[in-house]
C-alpha cells in the first residue's frame, strides 16, 4: 500500500495521464466557445466544435510564429544579460540619482548605497534564479509539443461525445447512491461547473487583454523587451489578488538593470492598467463580486497556492465560492426549518 500511494508512484500517474489532463483543461474551456456559437449563429454541435478549433490553431500558430520567437529572442538577451553583463548595482544607482531629482528617490538610493553589498548579493540572486527559470521553460517548449498535440485529439473527441460521457456520468452516480443523494451529488456537480467556467473563461479572457495591453504600451514608451514583459504581466494576472504582483517584479527588476528610468515608466503602466483592469475590464468580464470577501480571496489563494503551486492560486477562489454558496444554501435550509432565517441578516456584509 505504501508503494501505491509513495509520491513517486503518484508523479508517475499524473505524468502517464498529462494528454488526457490536458484534453480534460482544453475540452472544459472550448466547450464554453462552441456552447457560444451554438447559440449565436445557429450551427449544430459537429459545426461549432470545428470552428472553435479551427480559431484556437489559428491563434496558436500567430502566438507560435509570431510571438514566441520575439518571446524566446528577449529570454535569450535577459539570460545573457544576466551571465554575462557585469552589473554594477553602485553605478546604476548614482545614475538614477542623477537622473530623477526626488528627495525620496535620494532617500531610497542613499539608503541601498549604504547596503550595496548585501543588496547586490540578494540582486545577483534573484537573477540568477530568474536565469534558471528562463532556461527551463526553453527547454520545455520542444519537449512538450508531442504532449499538446496528442491533448488537442483527445479534446476533440471528447467535445464531440460530451453527452454521451456525461450520460455515462449520470448513470454510474444513480448506480451507486440512492436517488435523494444523487440529486444532491448532480446539484453540487452544475454549481461547480456554472461557478469553474464562468470565473476560469472571465479571467483568461481578462488576462489575455490585460497583457496585450501591456505589450502595446511597454512598446510605445520603449520599455525592454516589451513582448516578454507584457506576456509575463498576461500570464500572472490570472492569478487573484497577488497576480499582478508577482508578475511586476520580474518586469520592474529587468528595466531596472538595463534603464533604470524605464523600470519607474514600467511600474507607472503597470499601476494605470491594473486601475482600469480592476475598475473596467474584471467587473465587466468576470464580475463584479465573486461572492467572497477580499479576506476569503487572500486565504485562499494563499493556502491553495501552498498546497497546489500556481494551479491552486487559479482554482482556489471559485473552490470558494462553490464551498460558500453550499454551506450558505445549507445554512438556509435550516433556518428556514427553525423559523429564523432573518437570524443576523443586518449584520452581515453580503445578505443571502
Known amino acids: 500500500m505504501l508503494i501505491v500511494f509513495s509520491p513517486k508512484t503518484f508523479v508517475w500517474i499524473t505524468n502517464s495521464f498529462k494528454p488526457v489532463i490536458y484534453a480534460l483543461i482544453m475540452a472544459y474551456l472550448l466547450d464554453s466557445a462552441v456552447n457560444f456559437f451554438v447559440r449565436k449563429l445557429k450551427v449544430r454541435r459537429s459545426q461549432g466544435?470545428?470552428?472553435?478549433?479551427?480559431?484556437?490553431?489559428?491563434?496558436?500558430?500567430?502566438?507560435?510564429?509570431?510571438?514566441?520567437?520575439?518571446?524566446?529572442?528577449?529570454?535569450?538577451?535577459?539570460?545573457?544579460?544576466?551571465?554575462?553583463?557585469?552589473?554594477?548595482?553602485?553605478?546604476?544607482?548614482?545614475?538614477?540619482?542623477?537622473?530623477?531629482?526626488?528627495?525620496?528617490?535620494?532617500?531610497?538610493?542613499?539608503?541601498?548605497?549604504?547596503?550595496?553589498?548585501?543588496?547586490?548579493?540578494?540582486?545577483?540572486?534573484?537573477?540568477?534564479?530568474?536565469?534558471?527559470?528562463?532556461?527551463?521553460?526553453l527547454r520545455n517548449i520542444g519537449t512538450s509539443t508531442f504532449t499538446v498535440i496528442t491533448s488537442f485529439i483527445i479534446n476533440i473527441y471528447m467535445l464531440v461525445e460530451k453527452e454521451d460521457i456525461l450520460a455515462r456520468g449520470r448513470r454510474f452516480i444513480y448506480a451507486y447512491f440512492n436517488e435523494k443523494n444523487s440529486r444532491k451529488i448532480l446539484t453540487v456537480f452544475g454549481k461547480s461547473n456554472k461557478i469553474f467556467k464562468s470565473f476560469l473563461n472571465g479571467k483568461l479572457l481578462d488576462s489575455a487583454i490585460v497583457g496585450v495591453i501591456c505589450v502595446i504600451a511597454f512598446y510605445l514608451f520603449k520599455v525592454p523587451y516589451a513582448p516578454l514583459m507584457g506576456t509575463i504581466i498576461g500570464f500572472f494576472n490570472i492569478i487573484p489578488f497577488f497576480g499582478p504582483i508577482i508578475g511586476s517584479v520580474p518586469v520592474i527588476i529587468v528595466s531596472f538593470f538595463l534603464d533604470p528610468t524605464k523600470a519607474i515608466t514600467a511600474l507607472i503602466i503597470i499601476i494605470v492598467i491594473q486601475q482600469l483592469d480592476a475598475n473596467i475590464l474584471d467587473p465587466r468580464i468576470v464580475g463584479g463580486n465573486v461572492g467572497v470577501s477580499p479576506f476569503w480571496i487572500i486565504t485562499s489563494v494563499t493556502v491553495a497556492g501552498n498546497l497546489f503551486g500556481i494551479p491552486g492560486m487559479v482554482l482556489g477562489v471559485p473552490a470558494v465560492v462553490l464551498i460558500k454558496t453550499i454551506i450558505e444554501e445549507s445554512v438556509n435550509l435550516r433556518l428556514i426549518e427553525k423559523g429564523i432565517s432573518d437570524i443576523e441578516k443586518e449584520n452581515m456584509k453580503n445578505k443571502v
Open 49 to 137: 466544435i470545428l470552428l472553435a478549433c479551427i480559431i484556437l490553431i489559428g491563434l496558436l500558430s500567430f502566438i507560435v510564429y509570431k510571438v514566441v520567437p520575439q518571446i524566446v529572442d528577449n529570454i535569450n538577451n535577459i539570460v545573457n544579460f544576466i551571465m554575462h553583463g557585469n552589473v554594477d548595482v553602485v553605478e546604476i544607482i548614482n545614475n538614477l540619482k542623477g537622473k530623477i531629482d526626488s528627495r525620496y528617490i535620494d532617500f531610497l538610493t542613499d539608503y541601498i548605497l549604504q547596503a550595496s553589498e548585501s543588496v547586490k548579493n540578494t540582486i545577483n540572486r534573484l537573477l540568477i534564479d530568474m536565469s534558471n527559470i528562463l532556461m527551463r521553460f
